[in-house]
């Protein structure tokens, strides 16, 4: 049997536990609500009340790309700047960074990577108020920061992460709903469980299925979107052995659109938001060069990918993934793949 009959028909006996994993999302979202709303609403209090210069991540893998996501929520919800600094800055240069006033907040899975130890570390001595997001309770970097949050994803056992992405992505929207107070933004966290069910339901399968065959493609997104991008394509990389490049619907225009002609698979994310209409012009245009393009917002020549109706922008590009991760373990099985062990690759990479 061939890649092309596999991508028509793959097989489906066993469900990957990447898969089972996903689909609990909803379920955890629920228990990170309840055990955190408090310290969220305290946090959030605080920094209302000694506000930060501005905001600084530590994040590598897929808790970078969820922090991508909280940069974008809390810059244009409060207006503070947020930069992601690379953990090498501290565990191999050595080198002391002006952080006093700042708020340092650390995104990891395991919590035990020497580097963001290290440069957590260093923030909380340079006077950083340091929060960490952490899906393992207990571990060093939690015990660590000032103030911790338990992810409340529950265990993963497939190398490729999925609910604890999602979760980490809720502890931002919850940090940025409760610091800013904003009625919006507290709508969608009230909201997330039940649009990550609807979104689960969701099947991405018959448009992902001719990426059995491919070698390459562009996932793009814009905004609070770009951090889906980026999670997707490690997801192609890592699951499916499948080279995915992820680009802001503004950049890919400069320099990688070269690379698309006839037949190119473009996978396009979007939330009706001020990016919306770029990202549809971006979409046309890959259209008219015959890309084959996925998109999640509605353009001539494109292929529709389904989404759920009416949730709030903040939360349409977490959905968005959940219906990814229920679909892109089927690519990888057509690839005759097993999705929970990707090759040369660990659940935890503790770098230095």
């Keep these: 049997m061939g890649n092309r009959d596999l991508a028509v028909n793959p097989p489906v006996a066993f469900v990957p536990a990447m898969a089972r994993e996903a689909a609990q999302a909803a379920d955890a979202a629920v228990r990170q609500v309840r055990e955190c709303a408090s310290g969220f609403a305290e946090l959030g209090a605080r920094l209302r009340r000694r506000p930060p210069s501005f905001i600084v991540t530590c994040a590598r893998g897929s808790s970078d790309h969820a922090a991508s996501y909280g940069k974008y929520l809390l810059e244009t919800t409060l207006g503070l700047a947020v930069a992601s600094v690379g953990p090498s800055v501290a565990s191999v240069y050595n080198t002391p960074l002006v952080l006093k006033d700042s708020l340092f907040i650390a995104v990891s899975q395991s919590g035990r990577s020497p580097d963001l130890l290290r440069l957590t570390e260093a923030a909380r001595a340079a006077g950083a108020l340091t929060v960490g997001f952490v899906n393992s309770e207990g571990s060093p970097l939690s015990t660590l920061c000032d103030v911790n949050f338990p992810l409340c994803a529950g265990p993963e056992q497939s190398v490729a992460a999925t609910k604890s992405y999602i979760l980490s992505g809720l502890a931002f929207l919850q940090l940025a709903a409760h610091w800013s107070e904003d009625a919006g933004l507290h709508e969608a966290v009230s909201r997330l469980p039940e649009s990550l069910e609807a979104a689960r339901a969701l099947d991405w399968w018959p448009a992902l299925s001719g990426l059995a065959e491919a070698r390459s493609l562009f996932v793009l997104g814009r905004g609070s979107g770009l951090g889906a991008a980026l999670e997707m394509a490690l997801k192609f990389k890592e699951t499916c052995r499948l080279h995915a490049e992820a680009f802001s619907t503004a950049e890919v225009s400069h320099g990688p659109l070269a690379l698309v002609g006839p037949g190119f698979p473009v996978l396009a994310l979007g939330q009706e938001d001020g ?38 922008n903040a939360i349409a590009p977490l959905c968005q993934v959940q219906s990814f991760y229920m679909a892109v373990h089927r690519v990888a099985t057509a690839r005759r793949l097993d999705p929970d062990a990707p090759a040369h690759l660990r659940k935890v990479t503790e770098t230095v």
């Design 275 to 312: 990016s919306a209409e770029g990202t549809r012009s971006v979409v046309r245009r890959m259209v008219e060069l015959g890309a084959e393009v996925r998109s999640v917002l509605q353009v001539p020549g494109a292929e529709l990918l389904p989404t759920v109706a009416g949730v709030p």
